[in-house]
C-alpha cells in the first residue's frame, strides 16, 4: 500500500515563511514526479511545484522567486520552502507523486495539509 505522509503546514504571518514536507512510504518502483498543489475555499486545485527525479523544477508564477521544491530520492520525500508568504497563499497544500507500481503509473496524493497566512 502507498501512502504520502504531508507535514509543516500551520499559521504564520505574511512575510513569515514554512516548509512542509511529505515523504511516500509502501511498494513501488519509481517516483517521478513529486509535487505540490494547493486549493484555497471555493477555488480549483492548482499547481505550486513540481520536481523531477533529476531535480527539474516548475514552479506557478504566482510563487516564483518565493518558494523552493527539493527532495531526497534516498527518503522518498519532497520538501517545499515556502518565504516571504502572503494571505492569497492560504489553502490547503496536498503533495502529489507519479509511481509505478507493479509496471503501472498511479497518481497519489497526500491528505493535505493547511497553511494559513494571516496578522
Known amino acids: 500500500q502507498v501512502q504520502l505522509v504531508e507535514s509543516g503546514g500551520g499559521l504564520v504571518q505574511p512575510g513569515g515563511s514554512l516548509r512542509l514536507s511529505c515523504a511516500a512510504s509502501?511498494?513501488?518502483?519509481?517516483?517521478?514526479?513529486m509535487g505540490w498543489y494547493r486549493q484555497a475555499p471555493g477555488k480549483q486545485r492548482e499547481l505550486v511545484a513540481t520536481i523531477t527525479s533529476g531535480n527539474s523544477t516548475n514552479y506557478a508564477d504566482s510563487v516564483k522567486g518565493r518558494f523552493t521544491i527539493s527532495r531526497d530520492n534516498a527518503k522518498n520525500t519532497v520538501y517545499l520552502q515556502m518565504n516571504s508568504l502572503k494571505p492569497e497563499d492560504t489553502a490547503v497544500y496536498y503533495c502529489?507523486?507519479?509511481?509505478?507500481?507493479?509496471?503501472?503509473?498511479?497518481?497519489?496524493w497526500g491528505q493535505g495539509t493547511q497553511v494559513t497566512v494571516s496578522s
Open positions: 509502501g511498494s513501488f518502483r519509481s517516483i517521478n514526479p
Open positions: 502529489n507523486a507519479v509511481m509505478v507500481v507493479r509496471a503501472l503509473k498511479f497518481s497519489y
